[in-house]
Every structure is written in C-alpha cells, then in structure tokens.
C-alpha cells in the first residue's frame, strides 16, 4: 500500500517551467514503479511519463520528449517532474501513479493507466498563453 500527494501545481506562463513533485507514504517505495499522467478538461486521462524502481530507466510521452524529466529519490519517498518550455496544451489535472512490483521487474516502466495500482489526487498545471 502507499498514499500518494502530487504538489507543485500552479499558473504558469508559455514557456516557463514548473516541477512537480510526489510525496509517497510506506517504507516500500523503492519496489514501486512510478507515473506520471494527465487529464484535460473533455479529455481522457493520458500518459505523461514513467520510470523504473530506480528511475534510472525512463519513458516519455511524445508530446513531452524533450520537455520534460522525471526522477525519482527513494530515500525521500518522492518522485519529480520537470517541466520546460510549457505549452498551454500541457494545461491538465497532473496525476501521480504507483505501481507495486518485484526485483524481478525492476527494469520494468509502466506507459498505461490500467497497470497502476495507486493514484494521488492530482495537482492542476495551467499554462497561459
């Protein structure tokens, strides 16, 4: 089990950047693969990005690629996302998502919606043009 609380959320102008962060609970967040997603008003919630139980291995939306990182510091229960050069297509409700796994799959990153297990309540990103 883990609880999940994103922060970071906020206006921004284009082009400026905004990093998000997600706190976890429990003291078993290293075995957890991690996302990112997002949800537009009107539209379904889409992938954003992804990392392995490390973060050492790492996935991107295309329309992010480039734009933004994610990381993760399992001492600190918590995973980021750095954004740059916001576009206001990146306006969206930013969803953090937790996935329990195994050593076995710790090289393992997760791109869809149905392999998480725990989402956060998610923190709204606004991009102003």
């Known amino acids: 089990q883990v609880q999940l609380v994103e922060s970071g959320g906020g206006l921004v102008q284009v082009g400026g950047s905004l990093t998000l962060s997600c706190a976890a609970s429990?003291?078993?967040?290293?075995?957890?693969?991690m996302g990112w997603f997002r949800q537009a008003p009107g539209k379904e919630r889409e992938f954003v990005a992804a990392?392995?139980?490390?973060?050492?291995?790492?996935s991107y939306a295309d329309s992010v690629k480039g734009r933004f990182t994610m990381s993760r510091d399992n001492a600190r229960n918590t995973v980021f996302l750095q954004m740059n050069s916001l576009k206001p297509e990146d306006t969206a409700v930013y969803y953090c998502?937790?996935?329990?796994?195994?050593?076995?799959?710790?090289?393992?990153?997760?791109?869809?919606?149905?392999?998480?297990?725990?989402w956060g309540q998610g923190t709204q990103v606004t991009v102003s043009s």
């Open positions: 998502a937790a996935r329990g796994t195994t050593y076995y799959f710790r090289s393992y990153v997760y791109t869809r919606s149905v392999e998480y297990d725990y």
């Open positions: 990392c392995n139980l490390s973060g050492g291995s790492t």
């Open positions: 429990g003291r078993t967040f290293s075995t957890y693969a």
